[in-house]
C-alpha cells in the first residue's frame, strides 16, 4: 500500500470503532482493519449495550431513528437455578426508558451502524482483510502490520490492538500471552425469532421495553451454567456458557446444553414455538484483573475485549470496550499530534484507564473469577439447596413453620454444611467488597 | 396471483465465449423428468449475443420452448444485465421452477434473481425430485463435510430455484427431431447498466486455481498417501503424463488440497478419460463423485477396499513401491517415443 | 431438541478452498484420551472416525476454544482468509 496513515486500528468491532471515530475527529488520519465482510459480522456478544459510554462519542444517539436499537431495558433480573426451578429477583422501573440506560440490539446491526459514524468522521475501513503480522523497526518499536493482502504492509505512527479476547496475532508478535483454557469462558448463542407483539406479551413489557435475565446455577447436569435470556425487538437472545476448563471435562457439547436450557421450566414458556434464526459461539473473557496484559508498548496500545477487559460479575464488556477504545482513541490523538509515540509517553493511557471505572471496577473484582472456578459448590449444591429451601417454604402440606425451618436447616447441613456455606458467604463478600 | 398460474420448469442455458455450457443441456435431462411428474412443460431460456443459433439444441435436448434473449448488449456477461433480463422473462411467462447450472456464472446471477424476485434458492444440488403430496421442487444438497444430505423446499415465492454443478445430471440424448417452440424476447439492454467494460482477458497466472471438471487425466490421492512425500509423487506423477492433481475429503481436511480439487459428494463430480485412485479406499462419499471416469486405476495396499469395484485396473500394493515405479516405468516409455 | 447441522444452517458462512484448521500430528490425536474437542467443539468440527479426527472446518464458529483446548495444543489454528468464515447476522 502506498498511501500512509498515522493510526492503523485493528479491529472493527466497539472498541477499535471507538477510537477511530475519536482520532478521526481530531484530524487523525485513520484506518481500520477488519477480517469481516463488514464491523459486526465477526461480533458475538450478550446483547445489551451501555448508552452511558456510547454517548461519550456520539451524544444523544438514541434518538436518532436509524440507530438499530431493538428494546430499551426497563426490567433488569437475576436468577438462581436448578434443573427444575429458578428463584428471581428483579426490578422494574420506567426512571430507565427515558433516557435509557442499558438498550439491546444485534453486533452485526450496531457495529455497522456504529462503523457508519466512522465513516462520516472520515476513517477509511478496510473489510475482508486479516492482519497477520506486527511490523518493528530494528529498535523493536511498532511501526506498522502486514496484512493477507498482495503488497499488504501498512506503515503508521500508532498501531491500536482491538481484534478481539483472541488474538494469535499479539501472542506471535510477544505483545501478549496466549489466553489459558480456565480464563475464558465458551458460550453459545441462539438468536430466537417470535414477533414483536409477542416478545411484549411474554415478556410483560411496554412496547419498546425490554427485559434481561443474568442466569447462573446448575443448569445442565451440573456444569458450571451461566446463562443470558435479553429480549429484543422480535426475538430473544439465549445463550449459555461455561468455563473452557470445564468444557475439556464435560460429556456433554455445548449445543445439548443449549437445548436443555430451552427444556428449563422457567425458559420453556418464553421461547417455545420460536424459530431460531442464529446459532453462534464466542468467548468471554473471565480471567479477571489478575489476566490483564500490559496496555501500551513502544508504538501500540491495546483496549477492549485484547486486554481481557470484561467484568464477569456485572456482565460488562461492551462499555469496557468502547471506554478503553475511546481513551486509546484520545492518547493517540496526543501522541501522535505531539509527535512522540514511544512507550513512556503512551504510559499516560495506563494511567487514564486505571484512573476509569474500568480497572477500578476489574480490580475490586479481582478474586470473583476465582470465586466462581473454586466453588463449584455454587453451580453444584447450591441451586438444589436453595431450591429445596424455597420449596419446602412455598409447600402447603400440613407441616407447622417451624418443622419446615427445622427441615430446611436439616438440609443445608446435610447438603452444604453450615460452616461451608459461612465460608462461602464470607469468600464471596470478600471477592466484591 | 396463486401459486397455480406459475407452470413449467425452466433451465438458463449458459452461453459464454460463444460455447453452450454442457450443464445447461444435463439440467435440460433433468427438467423433463421433474415436469413430467407435475405435467408441466420444459422452457429454455438463452440471453446473449448471436444465441439464437442455440435454441434448436435447447428443443434436442428436451425443451418444448426455448425463450431467446439475443441483443449486443448482452455480449459479457454483467450480473445487472442479465438479472434484469432473467426477472422479466421469469415475470412475464411465470415457471413453477428454475434450474441453473453452478458455474461461477450460474452461482452469481442465481443470487441475484432469488432476491429480486424474493424466491428461495438451494444451492449447488446434487439431487432434485418432486415431493408427492405437494408437488413442490425437493433440492437435495450435502451440508459441511458431506455429514448430512439436507433436502430442502420453498414454502414460498416462485419460481422455486436450483443451481445444480456441472456433471452431477447425466447429459441426455439429443433428438435433432424434436419440435419445439421458439420465442424470441426482446430486452433491450439499458445503457445505464453497462457499468462494466470488458478490457482484456488474461489467464489466471495462479497454477494453484484449477477446474477439475475439465481435465481430461486426473491423479487423485486418498488418505492412504496423504503425506507430504505421498503428494509429491502424485504431483510428479500429474506433471509427467499431463493430468491435474486431486483428491479426496480427507487431504482437503489436512491442507494437502484446496477444496476446488475435491472430489466426491461434497466435492466435484469428474468424468475424465483416466483416473488414478492411489491411497483411496473408495467410501461411497468420494465414489459418487467419479465412478464415471472412462478408465479407472485404483492402488491400495487392502485388497478389500470397495475402489476396486469400479476400478478398470486394481493394484493391490503399497504406493510407496508402486507410484514410484510408475514414473519411472512412464519416464523411459516416454523418453522412447 | 434440533441437530447440530440443524443449528449451524441458521448461520451464514462464506466458505473457503483452505482450511483454516489443521491437525498438526494425527498419532497424538490416536493417543489422545477422551478427546475433548469433539466435545467442546460447538460447531462439532472435530469428530473421530474409526483411526482420525475429521476436521470439518466449513462449519467452524471461530471461538478459538479447540486452539487452547486440545490437551497437546495438536490444532494448528488461523483465522480464515480475510473475509471467508462466518459471518453473522445479528451476533
Redesign the interface.
Known amino acids: 500500500m502506498e498511501e500512509t496513515f498515522d493510526l492503523v486500528i485493528v479491529g472493527g468491532g466497539p472498541a477499535g470503532m471507538s477510537a477511530a471515530i475519536v482520532a478521526a475527529r481530531a484530524g487523525i488520519k485513520t484506518i481500520v482493519i477488519e ?3 463488514f464491523p ?6 450478550g446483547g445489551v449495550v451501555y448508552v452511558h459510554e456510547i454517548e461519550k462519542i456520539l451524544p444523544d444517539f438514541w434518538k436518532d431513528k436509524t440507530a438499530p436499537i431493538e428494546r430499551i431495558i426497563t426490567d433488569s433480573r437475576i436468577v438462581f437455578a436448578n434443573d427444575h426451578g429458578a428463584m428471581q429477583v428483579g426490578y422494574k422501573t420506567d426512571r430507565f426508558s427515558d433516557p435509557p440506560n442499558v438498550i439491546t440490539t ?4 450496531w ?1 455497522r451502524w456504529y462503523a457508519n459514524k466512522a465513516k462520516e468522521a472520515g476513517v477509511l475501513i478496510v ?4 492482519v497477520e503480522e506486527v511490523l518493528r523497526e530494528s529498535t523493536g518499536k511498532v511501526i506498522g502490520v502486514r ?3 498482495p503488497d499488504g504492509d501498512l506503515h503508521c505512527k500508532l498501531v491500536i490492538f482491538a481484534d478481539g ?2 488474538s ?1 496475532l499479539l501472542v506471535r508478535a510477544g505483545i501478549r500471552k ?4 480456565e480464563h ?1 469462558a ?1 458460550s ?1 448463542k ?2 430466537i425469532q417470535l414477533s414483536e407483539e409477542e416478545v411484549t406479551k411474554r415478556f410483560g413489557t411496554k412496547p419498546g421495553e425490554g427485559v434481561t435475565f443474568e442466569i447462573l446455577g446448575s443448569l445442565a447436569d451440573k456444569m458450571d451454567g451461566v446463562a443470558i435470556m435479553y429480549t429484543n425487538k422480535d ?1 430473544v ?1 439465549l445463550g449459555i456458557g461455561a468455563n ?1 476448563e470445564q ?9 445439548e446444553m443449549i ?1 436443555k436450557l430451552k427444556e428449563h421450566p422457567m425458559i420453556k414458556p418464553l421461547v417455545d414455538g420460536g424459530q ?8 468471554l473473557p473471565e480471567g479477571g484483573y489478575d489476566t490483564i496484559p500490559k496496555l501500551y508498548g513502544n508504538g501500540y496500545l491495546l483496549c477492549g475485549d485484547t486486554a481481557m477487559l470484561f467484568n464477569a460479575l456485572h456482565r460488562e464488556g461492551t462499555n469496557l470496550a468502547q471506554e478503553t477504545g475511546r481513551l486509546a482513541g484520545e492518547m493517540a490523538v496526543r501522541a501522535i499530534k505531539e509527535g512522540d509515540t514511544s512507550e513512556r509517553m503512551l504510559s499516560e493511557y495506563d494511567a487514564n484507564v486505571k484512573n476509569s471505572f474500568v480497572l477500578r471496577d476489574m480490580r475490586k473484582y479481582r478474586k470473583f473469577p476465582h470465586l466462581l472456578f473454586n466453588n463449584p459448590m455454587i453451580f453444584q449444591t447450591l441451586p438444589d439447596v436453595v431450591g429445596d429451601m424455597i420449596e419446602e417454604m412455598l409447600l402447603v402440606d400440613g407441616k407447622s413453620k417451624k418443622e419446615k425451618q427445622k427441615i430446611i436447616v436439616r438440609n443445608i447441613r446435610k447438603k452444604v454444611g453450615l460452616c461451608r456455606l459461612m465460608g462461602l458467604a464470607w469468600r464471596a463478600w470478600r471477592s466484591v467488597k | 396471483m396463486s401459486d397455480q398460474e406459475w407452470k413449467g420448469v425452466l433451465v438458463f442455458i449458459e452461453v459464454t465465449d460463444g460455447k453452450v455450457q454442457e450443464v445447461g443441456w444435463e439440467l435440460l435431462g433433468e427438467a423433463k423428468k421433474l415436469a413430467s411428474k407435475i405435467n408441466q412443460n420444459v422452457q429454455a431460456l438463452i440471453i446473449g449475443h448471436d444465441v439464437e443459433k442455440f435454441a434448436k439444441d435447447a428443443i434436442a435436448y428436451g425443451a418444448d420452448v426455448v425463450y431467446v434473449v439475443d441483443d449486443p448488449g448482452y455480449k459479457n456477461y454483467i450480473t445487472k444485465t442479465y438479472a434484469k433480463a432473467f426477472v422479466e422473462i421469469v415475470n412475464k411467462h411465470k415457471p413453477d421452477i428454475a434450474l441453473i447450472g453452478a458455474t461461477n456464472l450460474g452461482r452469481d446471477l442465481s443470487g441475484a434473481i432469488a432476491t429480486v424476485l424474493k424466491a428461495g434458492l438451494t444451492a449447488d444440488c446434487t439431487g432434485l425430485d418432486i415431493d408427492d403430496q405437494s408437488k413442490k421442487l425437493l433440492s437435495t444438497r450435502p451440508t459441511f463435510g458431506g455429514n448430512i444430505m439436507a433436502t430442502i423446499f420453498c414454502q414460498k415465492g416462485k419460481p422455486q430455484m436450483s443451481t445444480v454443478r456441472p456433471k452431477v445430471m447425466k447429459m441426455p440424448e439429443p433428438d435433432p427431431k424434436r419440435q419445439g417452440q421458439v420465442i424470441k424476447e426482446s430486452v433491450p439492454v439499458d445503457p445505464k447498466d453497462l457499468t462494466v467494460k470488458i478490457l482484456e482477458y488474461i489467464p489466471d497466472s495462479c497454477l494453484e486455481s484449477v477446474e477439475i471438471e475439465h481435465a481430461k487425466i486426473l491423479v487423485a490421492g486418498g488418505r492412504g498417501c496423504n503425506t507430504p512425500a505421498g503428494l509429491d509423487k502424485l504431483k510428479e506423477l500429474a506433471k509427467l503424463i499431463g493430468g491435474e492433481l486431486c483428491g479426496s475429503r480427507p487431504l482437503v481436511e489436512s491442507g494437502a488440497i484446496t477444496a476446488d480439487r475435491q472430489v466426491g459428494q461434497t466435492g466435484k463430480t469428474v468424468v475424465p478419460r483416466v483416473y488414478i485412485a492411489v491411497g483411496i479406499s473408495g467410501a461411497i462419499q468420494h465414489l459418487v463423485g467419479m465412478q464415471n471416469s472412462d478408465c479407472i486405476i485404483a492402488i491400495n495396499s487392502d485388497p478389500n477396499a470397495p475402489i476396486f469395484k469400479v476400478a478398470t485396473v486394481s493394484i493391490v500394493g503399497s504406493w510407496q513401491a508402486i507410484v514410484p515405479a510408475m514414473i519411472e516405468e512412464l519416464k523411459k516409455r516416454m523418453g522412447r517415443q | 431438541m434440533s441437530k447440530i447441522e440443524d443449528k449451524l444452517y441458521t448461520t451464514r458462512y462464506r466458505v473457503d478452498h483452505n482450511t483454516h484448521l489443521k491437525i498438526a500430528d494425527m498419532e497424538v490425536c490416536r493417543k489422545c484420551e477422551g478427546k475433548p474437542c469433539t466435545i467442546f467443539c460447538p460447531a462439532k468440527v472435530y469428530i473421530w472416525d474409526e483411526d482420525h479426527i475429521r476436521v470439518v472446518y466449513e462449519g467452524c464458529l471461530e471461538c478459538g476454544s479447540c486452539r487452547i483446548g486440545c490437551p497437546y495444543f495438536n490444532i494448528t489454528w488461523n483465522f480464515p482468509r480475510g473475509g471467508y468464515g462466518v459471518q453473522h447476522k445479528f451476533g
Open positions: 477480517r469481516g465482510e459486526g459480522s465477526k461480533n458475538v456478544y444485534h453486533r452485526a446491526k457495529d473489510n475482508n482483510t486479516v496484512t493477507g493482502r479476547a483472541q494469535p496466549e489466553v489459558k483454557a475464558v465458551l453459545v441462539e438468536t426475538t437472545s473452557l468444557w475439556k471435562k464435560s460429556k456433554v457439547t455445548p449445543y437445548d431460531t434464526k442464529e446459532y453462534v459461539a464466542h468467548w
